[in-house]
């Protein structure tokens, strides 16, 4: 079918507000939205200012009322655990209802903070859900970063309640979540008055009187009891979302209710190609944004079907498990990053597992999180059959940037990049300087303002890091802080972050808040963290680290301290495994660290010696360090 997507787009440019009016068509309101933007509102304008609505009512109880009461909302398949269990949305309602009474009999109401430290069980889910039923604000963190990660978000949200389990699990090992919630508790200046905790069967754990209640006593006593849907209004948060930013201080990335189910319905439909009644999978975290839009909100808002996956792409038992969930669950659409796909192909070169499954109801694969290179593409192109769909967007902006819309029509595929600019977005490359630069010319990626519904409109409590971070430096544009090219057909290249972002596994990594780590051990004087490409990984970060003078101990005693540190207050999330032990850095004269030259020897790529650099002697220094590791030359 030819693609209608220039077409919509152009419709889109003509009149915003138009498509954005049509679009909200979508949602069940309390009451619609009269006006549909207000310029002059907020940092640069709001989106259905004066609308009002319930996500959760949205999520689920219209779905309910409106004949899926029995369709399947949630299947969780969990081969790690060995579990599985489907929730129609009926059940979905009863257990959302159940967690919202009790959080309500936890003095918990519209605008407080709920923190959820889960795992990837329903309960996450549902915790999410209940949240948004009684207005309170959610702020999920991924179960993979450490307690003082978890401290630092405590501080930050100041959550009246927070819900967690005893453990999660990783292959090979129970990880036990409990104790790294008491650790960040006592780490943290705020103090939540309540915990409600998921015991789970593999390891269980103590609760502190007082503080810590029983998930499921605490369902089983409200099981039941009818709660309404609170109504907010669109402009208020729905939750908070940490990300790195280029410090140990997470951004507190804000999303509204009405906006963001608009924008996560319209790409339901438009973008993933997917319709009401069917499965749509997104193998990835509800800690992360794309769990948060599309393993949560977008599948149920739209009544498809979602699958909360608790397991790896490998391992789990093998590198069919993909395979088998899609035949088992008839999925139509997987979303994942490329890096699940380069551990499968890893695993099953030759697509082996592939043939033993019926994949007669999978129609796309959608990768995203990082650069999809081509070669990964291509094998699953090969194996599976069917489109593979490379997408770009950020934790900021919630849904696609851009995008090869599967439901308004696939464009031809160009290996290398993410698609086109979807409608809501007006996508250009920017030099240094702020001009716009010629087609296929490297430069900054960013967003004519104002940003569509559903991204962030501001950060939690700090509205001016929002501006200085995001719309300081192009004025009139939102800055993604990626750099890449746009070419003469419309085709969007991400070629790599303007800042210290890594992108580790599909995981988005501050190497300064890893930096900012490494030099509290009290023998580092000076140090530097830099990504390095990956085989499988994408990137992995690696440190270089400067000995005190007059340290005795010898350096890989240090540097395995330095990993273990990084591992305690970062968490295992940031696979920062390699440390190297130099004795100077590469600086310039005006004392700037050059971690990019670092990071081309690092990577073998072609290098010229900086005009402006201290010392040349140190990257020989630096290239024989890397080498003696296995790295570089
Ligand atoms: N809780 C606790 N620890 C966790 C965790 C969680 N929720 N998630 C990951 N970790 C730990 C892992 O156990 C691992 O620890 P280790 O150093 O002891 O082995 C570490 O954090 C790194 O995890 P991960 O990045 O998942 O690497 P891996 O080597 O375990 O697995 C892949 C590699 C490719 C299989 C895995 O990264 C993957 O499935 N990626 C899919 C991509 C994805 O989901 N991206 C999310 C954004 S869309
Ligand atoms: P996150 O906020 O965790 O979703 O990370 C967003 C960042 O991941 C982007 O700013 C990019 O740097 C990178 N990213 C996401 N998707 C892609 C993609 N399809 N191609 C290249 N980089 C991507």
């Known amino acids: 079918m030819a693609s209608r997507y220039h077409e919509v787009y152009e419709g889109w440019k003509r009149d915003p507000e138009g498509f954005w009016a049509k679009a909200a068509r979508a949602i069940d309101w309390v009451s619609p939205p009269k006006k549909i933007f207000d310029k002059d509102a907020g940092v640069y304008g709001i989106w259905y200012p004066d609308a009002a609505c319930n996500t959760c009512y949205n999520a689920v109880d ?18 790690i655990t060995g579990r599985k269990k489907a929730f129609t949305y009926a059940d979905v309602k009863a257990e959302v209802s159940a967690l919202a009474a009790l959080l309500q009999d936890h003095g918990i109401g519209k605008g407080d903070r709920v923190i959820i430290y889960m795992p990837m069980v329903p309960e996450a889910v549902f915790s999410m859900l209940a949240c948004a039923r009684i207005g309170a604000v959610h702020s999920v963190v991924f179960g993979g970063f450490a307690a003082r990660e978890l401290a630092t978000r405590i501080d930050d949200a100041k959550p009246k309640l927070v819900i967690s389990a005893s453990c999660g699990l990783e292959p090979g090992r129970v990880v036990a979540y409990k104790p790294l919630l008491d650790r960040a508790i006592e780490l943290s200046a705020h103090k939540p008055e309540a915990c409600l905790i998921l015991q789970r069967e593999e390891e269980t754990c103590e609760l502190i009187e007082g503080r810590d209640y029983d998930y499921a006593d605490g369902v089983a006593r409200t099981r039941g009891r009818d ?7 669109s402009t208020d948060p729905l939750y908070v979302l940490y990300t790195s930013g280029t410090t140990g201080q997470p951004k507190g990335v804000v999303r509204d209710n009405g906006g963001h189910m608009v924008a996560l319905a319209w790409t339901m439909e438009n973008e993933f190609g997917v319709k009401p009644g069917e499965v749509f999978w997104a193998a990835s975290d509800v800690g992360w944004v794309v769990g948060h839009s599309y393993i949560a909100y977008g599948p149920l808002i739209h009544g498809a079907t979602s699958i909360l996956f608790e397991g790896k792409p490998v391992g789990t038992p093998d590198a069919g498990t993909f395979w088998r969930i899609i035949s ?32 007669s109801a999978f129609r796309t694969l959608f990768l995203a999180g990082e650069r999809a290179d081509p070669e990964t593409i291509k094998w699953a192109e090969q194996h599976l059959g069917v489109p593979v769909i490379d997408h770009w967007w950020q934790t900021e902006t919630g849904y696609p940037v851009s995008q090869n819309p599967a439901g308004l029509g696939l464009l031809p595929v160009k290996y290398g990049s993410p698609g086109v600019a979807m409608p809501g977005y007006d996508v250009r490359v920017l030099d240094d300087a702020g001009h716009p630069v010629a087609a296929r010319t490297l430069g900054n990626v960013v967003i004519k303002l104002p940003l569509p519904p559903g991204c962030l409109p501001t950060l939690w409590h700090a509205e001016q890091r929002f501006r200085d971070a995001y719309l300081r430096e192009f004025p009139g544009y939102y800055k993604t802080a990626d750099a890449g090219f746009i070419d003469e057909d419309g085709y969007l290249f991400i070629m790599s972050r303007t800042d210290d972002i890594i992108n580790v596994a599909g995981h988005r990594l501050s190497t300064g808040a890893m930096e900012e780590v490494v ?39 240090v540097e395995r301290e330095v990993v273990g540190l ?68």
């Open 62 to 79: 219209r779905h309910v009322a409106g004949g899926r009461a029995n369709q399947k909302a949630l299947i969780y398949d969990s081969p």
């Open 519 to 557: 030099a509290e051990h009290p023998d580092v004087a000076e140090c530097a963290v830099i990504g390095v490409a990956d085989a499988m990984k994408g990137q992995v970060p690696v440190g270089f680290i400067v000995l005190n003078s007059g340290v005795a101990r010898d350096g890989a005693t």
């Open 227 to 233: 709660v309404p849907c609170v109504t907010v209004a």
């Open 566 to 633: 990084v591992r305690e207050r970062i968490g295992p999330v940031a696979a920062f495994k390699s440390v190297v032990t130099v004795k100077r850095l590469p600086k310039t004269r005006s004392g700037k660290i050059l971690r990019g030259t670092m990071q081309k020897i690092a990577d073998k790529e072609e290098w010229t010696m900086p005009a402006t650099i201290d010392d040349p002697v140190i990257l020989d220094e630096i290239t024989v360090a890397l080498a003696d590791r296995g790295m570089g030359v």
């Open 328 to 359: 088992e669950h008839k999925v139509v659409a997987l979303f994942t990053a490329p890096t699940a796909f380069r551990a499968i192909k890893k695993e099953d070169p030759r697509g082996a597992f592939v043939k033993k499954y019926d994949l």
